[in-house]
């Protein structure tokens, strides 16, 4: 990062998921990137643990939020967007093919009549290659699919914030057998990113080390090109598919996979409430993919 820029990475065990607050120095405008709001699957309660440390550095640092940025429809964790933005303010944003994803979950889970899948929950959709600005800070967002029909990229001054397209280069790279995903696509959106300067910072959204070492997140295009373990220098479109191909038949779905996929195609916000003023989430049966 140049003196432009400060980053404060919030890591959720939980979930292995990393949030980030991006501000820039001299306007004190920021974005936060990828909030989990916390969810206990045994009892259906949420809780705004992890949102509230983030919360509690804003508020620290004396920063306006301009942006809460999706880099996708997480399917491991609830987004706490929704609950930042009622208390910190900024628009929640998203790739503009977000409205694929939520057309295809919208029959799986039976939305109700009034859910349109065309992206108006988020505050904005971004095109490939849209830039904007976090104060006087431009950033440039990146529509790198595979993993999902909608995942985004935002490059930040020199430092670009992958979502699950990449991990630390021990880790490797997402899988793409979610509805929708393509792992030829993914290829070719992870080479997208590898073409980016050797000293770019990758700064991944989770992390899943062995045992040697503790969590990490960030990293640079140099070290994954030089040493990640899916795609490294050397490794071509054919053997990549092969590879994931193969790896994704062995994972089970994510354990939130289910509430958390119709939360965050509301950006964030719980589904409306029934007669009886209870909001419910949905178990579609025997419809997602299981691997044996």
């Known amino acids: 990062m140049t003196l432009q820029t400060t980053t404060e990475a919030f890591f959720d065990a939980a979930t292995w998921t990393v949030t980030y607050v ?16 916390d969810y206990d699957f045994k009892s259906g309660h949420t809780r705004t643990d992890s949102a509230d440390k983030v919360l509690a550095y804003v ?5 306006q939020v301009d942006w809460l940025l999706e880099t996708h429809a997480h399917a491991d964790h609830l987004s706490g967007a ?3 933005k009622e208390r910190l303010g900024g628009r929640i944003a998203i790739g503009e093919h977000i409205r694929e994803v939520q057309a295809t979950f919208s029959r799986i889970f039976n939305f109700e009549r009034s859910f349109l899948p065309d992206g108006r929950q988020f505050d904005h959709l971004f095109r490939d290659g849209e830039t904007f600005m976090i104060g006087g800070l431009q950033a440039t967002a990146l529509w790198v699919p595979g993993h999902t029909p909608a995942d985004m990229a935002y490059r930040v ?29 993914l290829y070719r959106s992870i080479q ?15 992390d899943y080390p062995p045992e040697s070492r503790e ?23 054919e053997e990549f598919v092969a590879m994931r191909t193969a790896r994704d038949a062995t994972l089970d779905m994510p354990a939130l996979i289910l509430p958390s996929i119709q939360v965050n195609v509301r950006a964030g916000e719980m589904p409306p409430p ?17 691997h044996r």
């Not at 508020?59 to 920063?63: D, I, S």
């Open 22 to 37: 991006v501000w820039d120095r001299a306007s004190r405008h920021a974005a936060v990137i990828d909030p989990v709001l």
């Open 215 to 237: 969590p990490q997140w960030q990293t640079t295009v140099a070290a994954q090109r030089a040493s990640n373990i899916h795609v490294r220098d050397g490794i071509g479109e």
């Open 192 to 206: 997208r990113i590898l073409q980016l300067p050797p000293d770019t910072v990758v700064c991944v959204c989770h």
């Open 82 to 84: 929704h609950y930042l």
């Open 274 to 290: 029934e007669a009886n003023g209870i909001a419910y989430l949905r178990i579609p049966l025997n419809t997602l993919p299981v």
């Open 157 to 185: 001054d020199g430092a670009v914030f992958v979502g699950d397209t990449l991990f630390m280069p021990d880790v490797g790279t997402a899988r793409a057998d979610f509805p929708g995903g393509d792992a030829h696509q």
């Open 59 to 63: 508020r620290e640092h004396k920063l």
